[in-house]
C-alpha cells in the first residue's frame, strides 16, 4: 500500500504505545523509559515482536515469523495480571492504528490477517495458562508429598 514505507515508524509507534500503556503506571513508565534491552527485555520483547508483526499483516504473512512474534508477547502477558482480553486485545488496537493513520481504512486483507492474529493470540494465551496451571498443580503435588513423608518422620 502506498505511504506505508514512510508512515511505518509512525504506526509502530502508537502501537507500542498502546500496549504499553495497558500495563499500571509505574511499569507502563519503566518500560517507555528504560531503553537498555538487557534491562528492560519486557519492553525490548514488545517492540521486536511488534514490528514484526506489523511487518508480516502489511506484507507477506509468513506464518513461520508471526508465531514466534506473537508468541513471545503473549508468554509475557500470560503470566503477568492481565485477563485473557486484556492480554490479546492488543492485536485490535493496530486496526484503530492503521485506519487512523492511513485516513480511511485498513485494507480488507489486513483487517482479516489482524482477526486471524488475535484469534491465535487467544489459543496462545490459553496454552500459556494451561501450563501455568499444571506447573502450579505439580508444586502443590510435591508440596503435599513433601508434607506427608514429614508427618510420617515426626
Same mark, same amino acid.
Given at each position: 500500500?502506498?505511504?506505508?514505507?514512510?508512515?511505518?515508524?509512525?504506526?509502530?509507534?502508537?502501537?507500542?504505545?498502546?500496549?504499553?500503556?495497558?500495563?499500571?503506571?509505574?511499569?507502563?513508565?519503566?518500560?517507555?523509559?528504560?531503553?537498555?534491552?538487557?534491562?528492560?527485555?519486557?519492553?525490548?520483547?514488545?517492540?521486536?515482536?511488534?514490528?514484526?508483526?506489523?511487518?508480516?499483516?502489511?506484507?507477506?504473512?509468513?506464518?513461520?515469523? +508471526?508465531?514466534?512474534?506473537?508468541?513471545?508477547? +503473549?508468554?509475557?502477558?500470560?503470566?503477568?495480571?492481565?485477563?485473557?482480553?486484556?492480554?490479546?486485545?492488543?492485536?485490535?488496537?493496530?486496526?484503530?492504528?492503521?485506519?487512523?493513520?492511513?485516513?480511511?481504512?485498513?485494507?480488507?486483507?489486513?483487517?482479516?490477517?489482524?482477526?486471524?492474529?488475535?484469534?491465535?493470540?487467544?489459543?496462545?494465551?490459553?496454552?500459556?495458562?494451561?501450563?501455568?496451571?499444571?506447573?502450579?498443580?505439580?508444586?502443590?503435588?510435591?508440596?503435599?508429598?513433601?508434607?506427608?513423608?514429614?508427618?510420617?518422620?515426626?
Amino acid at each position: 500500500m502506498e505511504g506505508l514505507a514512510e508512515k511505518r515508524g509512525a504506526i509502530l509507534e502508537k502501537w507500542l504505545e498502546q500496549t504499553i500503556a495497558s500495563y499500571p503506571a509505574q511499569t507502563a513508565g519503566f518500560l517507555r523509559n528504560q531503553k537498555d534491552r538487557f534491562r528492560n527485555p519486557v519492553g525490548n520483547t514488545l517492540k521486536e515482536g511488534l514490528a514484526t508483526l506489523l511487518d508480516e499483516i502489511t506484507g507477506e504473512m509468513d506464518t513461520g515469523k +508471526v508465531k514466534p512474534a506473537l508468541e513471545s508477547i +503473549v508468554r509475557l502477558r500470560a503470566v503477568q495480571d492481565f485477563t485473557a482480553s486484556q492480554a490479546t486485545g492488543f492485536v485490535f488496537t493496530l486496526r484503530e492504528i492503521l485506519n487512523e493513520t492511513l485516513e480511511g481504512c485498513a485494507p480488507p486483507t489486513w483487517q482479516k490477517r489482524i482477526d486471524e492474529i488475535a484469534l491465535l493470540a487467544f489459543d496462545l494465551y490459553m496454552r500459556c495458562r494451561e501450563e501455568i496451571y499444571e506447573i502450579r498443580a505439580r508444586e502443590r503435588k510435591r508440596e503435599g508429598f513433601v508434607w506427608e513423608r514429614m508427618r510420617h518422620r515426626a
